[in-house]
């Protein structure tokens, strides 16, 4: 059974600037279910993390996924490099603003305030995608938005991600989530974040939000991703 996280005391811990915000106090480009982020408990089990079914409603992501565009190899793609419809452009502005910051900050204890921010959007999963891993240390914090719609694949199990116990065992997890409907997924990051999917090939959507660290790695990696989008922009042009 899932822990409440009630250890968390946002009131002793929380950083002053961010306690006076409430989440209407930033005006959103997109409507997202934050009532939802902010009334939802953080888990332990087995480490850190919320889960939120609909983030995105439903009115909005029927509208959204045949905006999408469709990427048909693997690998993340920087928003800028992207080719997006009017609301998929809605959604990275409203992703990449403070609201959701300061949401994930209160519900975390964590000053956030000048943390870079990173954003990509994965369409395609590869046979060797799903492998266990922790995320890089230059990520303080990871946000996956899943905006696939149900199909068989997830019914049975193949790309849902999983939050594992342990690094060598897929099937050792403590809690399953299915790519779909909108669902939000985050987690600050540490040594044993040990998450996975099973094997899964074909098209898979998921926005990748991380909030980076300030320091030589962050730096290192968001330059990386800034190249990255400089040169899939140019690819895409050609």
Known sequence: MEKTGARFNV?????????????????????????????????????????????????VLSRLIPELPLLEKGGSFPAEA??????????????????????????????????????????????????IHCDSVAKRVTILLYLNPETEAWAKQEGCLRLLRSPDDIENYAVEVPPVNGTLLVFPNGPTTWHGHRQFVGRRYVVQLNYMADDKAARSELRRHRFSALVKRLTRAA
């Open 82 to 131: 992207l080719r997006l419809g009017p609301i998929g452009k809605d959604l990275f502005t409203e992703l990449s603003g403070h609201r959701l910051k300061a949401a994930i900050a209160r519900k975390f204890s964590l000053d956030l305030e000048d943390a870079a921010t990173m954003v990509t959007l994965r369409g395609w999963s590869r046979e060797k995608d799903g492998r």
């Open 11 to 59: 009131s002793a811990t929380f950083p002053a600037r961010y306690a006076g915000q409430g989440l209407g106090a930033t005006k959103s480009i997109m409507e997202l279910n934050y009532t939802a982020l902010d009334e939802t408990p953080v888990s332990s089990d087995p480490f850190n993390h919320v889960l939120v079914r609909n983030f995105v409603p439903g009115p």
